[in-house]
């Protein structure tokens, strides 16, 4: 059976003499056989579901640009307008943002993706940090491809007739309407100004507010608590791990072993140093200085060897591509990798051996830089210093002088 990819389709969808065809026509035209057209259907409705491809009259296949539509992500303002982010097709340029004015975003949220219908007669808007002609097209949606968010949180209030929810993101312009709170079957039941967590209903008419059922209460609105656990739901944060993580992290030894150092520079024995702030958890880097030859300056810049310990293809590794990063909040963080990792193993703290991977760059006594050299490698930190105590090195005191300084708290 033949199977037609993406790659293939957009070939034909893209030449310049194609001219829209049906899909049973399309088909035919990639020698699709009779056993594997609905697999070929299938696809083609799955790019339209994406947006990918659009239908017209008589259901005949196109790109959205063959007939002046694009798909993208929609990015909302407090003041209602929007901004377009379309979507780049395999092999195509990255295409600019588009205008979207507050009474063509439709029923559209932020974070959906869509599908918009390019202005040619209006005046959009033109972002200043660009060399863009006055005359930018502005767009208008007309379909919604997929909701980004099914829950919101928000405070709880009411009017004189019905009871609504004000999102928390203030770039959901729309209240949301929720029924009276005293039939939830919640306990506690929600009450007015509850941050809360709504689940969003089908919204289809824009002349209505959109609707949802309160499905949690967080707490009462600006308690530290409650602020806390809606930042934590907006942004699909998870403090904890999930237990296959937490199961390959339990195999990790406690420190560095003698099988780790196999094939790696030993620089346990030149001074190294940590600049972080006061309140700094874990270090991931670290910078060593040494004279080098003919009075060239040889810096040391050593990162955190995280790939020692995070294999491709692992748990550990899937859970890290998902978070992404480390995200800090007022008197805590949300890490991306396991505590025994981010504030153990892969943290340059004091007098610990350390795997790091590690540049040294020789400068000459001009400040131009001669060579470059990596290495793998192992450390032990000497001495952590704050933005303060790294000040005041710069000022002139010594090492001998900055040993003798107490380490932060």
């Known amino acids: 059976m033949k199977k037609i990819h993406l790659p293939a389709l957009l070939e034909v969808l893209k030449d310049p003499e194609y001219i829209p065809l049906s899909v049973d026509r399309l088909a035919e035209k990639l020698g699709v056989t009779e056993k594997g057209f609905p697999a070929f259907k299938k696809e083609v409705s799955q790019h339209l579901r994406q947006g990918t491809f659009v239908k017209l009259k008589k259901n005949r296949i196109c790109l959205p640009r063959d007939a002046d539509l694009l798909s993208g992500t929609i990015r909302f303002r407090q003041t209602g307008s929007a901004t377009l982010f379309p979507d780049t097709l395999e092999g195509s340029t990255k295409r600019e943002p588009y205008h979207i004015d507050a009474e063509d975003t439709g029923v559209a949220m932020h974070g959906d993706r869509v599908v918009c219908r390019i202005h040619h007669d209006r005046r959009g808007f033109q972002r200043r940090r660009t060399n863009r002609p006055p005359q930018l097209q502005t767009v208008r949606v007309i379909r919604i491809l997929e909701r980004a968010n099914e829950t919101i949180t928000g405070t709880l209030r009411k009017s004189r007739l019905f009871h609504y929810v004000i999102p928390s993101d203030p770039r959901f312009i729309q209240d949301i309407l929720v029924p009276d709170p005293r039939l939830s079957t919640l306990s506690p039941k929600p009450k007015i100004d509850d941050k809360v967590i709504v689940k969003l209903s089908p919204w289809e008419q824009r002349h209505l507010n959109p609707e949802g059922i309160i499905t949690k209460v967080l707490g009462k609105t600006h308690a530290p608590a409650a602020e806390f656990e809606a930042l934590l739901h907006q942004y699909a944060l998870n403090p904890a791990f999930p237990d296959p993580v937490l199961s390959e992290v339990h195999d990790f030894p406690s420190h560095v072993t003698a099988d780790d150092l196999t094939s790696r520079e030993d620089l346990r024995n030149r001074f190294t140093l940590t600049i972080d702030p006061q309140d700094a958890k874990d270090f991931d880097d670290a910078l060593s200085l040494e004279d080098g030859p003919d009075e ?12 020692h310990y995070v294999r491709p293809g692992t748990a550990l590794d899937k859970e890290a591509r998902k978070r992404g990063n480390s995200t800090y909040l007022v008197g805590t963080v949300i890490p991306m990798l396991p505590h025994a990792l981010s504030n153990g193993l892969c943290s340059l703290v004091e007098d610990q051996d350390r795997l790091t991977k590690s540049v040294f760059l020789t400068f000459r006594k001009d400040g131009s830089l001669l060579q470059t ?9 000497n001495k952590r210093l704050t933005y303060e105590q790294a000040f005041a090195l710069l000022k002139g005191i010594s090492f001998k002088e900055l040993r003798q300084q107490p380490d932060p708290p």
Do not use: E, N, P
């Open 296 to 307: 060239t300056l040889i810096v040391g810049v050593h990162i955190a060897d995280v790939s």
């Open 373 to 381: 050299r990596f290495a793998d490698t192992v450390i032990r930190s």
